[in-house]
């Protein structure tokens, strides 16, 4: 099973800043890698996949990259509606797939 | 407009069966897999497996093999979740989620990533 291990648990950022996660597998996931933001009470939304490729609706102010065991998303103004948990997720080696613990970003 | 509309919430007693199901709206239902995560109160997400209408076979982690039951029905464009021998700590929102079936020259290839996701069941076992 690859496990994957998001950094750090928390992020607390101001408005308007940039916030950067990180995500690393425990083996080679080539760009086999998807990014979800969950807010309360909602499903999980896809926002990047393929380590790079933003979803179908997403901003340009989300980025990804990254490839084999070290990923990063980026957002690079963050508005407050981006104020939410990020999980990591790869789709190299299943079963089973396997998602990261989270990062939440906080308002600092 | 894809979309995934999941049945209502569930308690459960310990020992009993769940059976929790998901109908897509929007797009080809055979040619997606359909997936199952579940996510304990403030925890993170766990994958509990997968089917493809189009191929059949279902695949399972291996922590829900013997008590998980993944089917499709293409007549009703649905797909269930059973989970059987429920213990307290199945406690949880349950989720479907479409992941894509791309073509590679003649070969379907599944990539599972999740780009449409259902709005969740809660399922709570309690005595």
């Known amino acids: 099973e690859i496990v994957m291990t998001q950094s750090p648990v928390t992020l607390s950022v101001t408005p308007g800043e940039r916030a950067t996660l990180s995500c690393r597998a425990s083996?080679?996931?080539?760009?086999?890698l998807a990014w979800y933001q969950q807010k309360p009470g909602q499903a999980p939304r896809l926002l990047i996949y393929g380590a790079s490729t933003r979803a179908t609706g997403i901003p340009a102010r989300f980025s990804g990259s990254g490839s084999g065991t070290e990923f990063t998303l980026t957002i690079s103004s963050l508005q407050s509606e981006d104020f939410a948990v990020y999980y990591c997720?790869?789709?190299?080696?299943?079963?089973?797939?396997?998602f990261g613990g989270g990062t939440k970003v906080e308002i600092k | 407009q894809v979309q995934l509309v999941q049945s209502g919430a569930e308690v459960k007693k310990p020992g009993s069966s769940v059976k929790v199901s998901c109908m897509a709206s929007g797009g080809p239902f055979n040619k997606y897999s359909f997936n199952w995560v579940r996510q304990a109160p403030g925890q993170g997400l766990e994958w509990m497996g997968a089917?493809?209408?189009?191929?059949?076979?279902?695949n399972y982690a291996q922590e829900f093999q013997g008590r998980v039951t993944i089917t499709a029905d293409d007549s009703t464009r649905t797909t269930f979740m059973e989970l059987s021998r429920l213990r307290f700590e199945d406690t949880a929102m349950y989720y479907c989620a479409r992941g894509p079936v791309l073509p590679v020259g003649v070969v379907l290839v599944p990539k599972y990533y999740f780009d449409y996701w259902g709005q969740g069941t809660l399922v709570t076992v309690s005595s």
């Open positions: 083996q080679s996931i080539n760009n086999n």
């Open positions: 997720q790869q789709y190299h080696n299943w079963p089973p797939l396997t």
């Open positions: 089917i493809i209408p189009i191929f059949g076979t279902p």
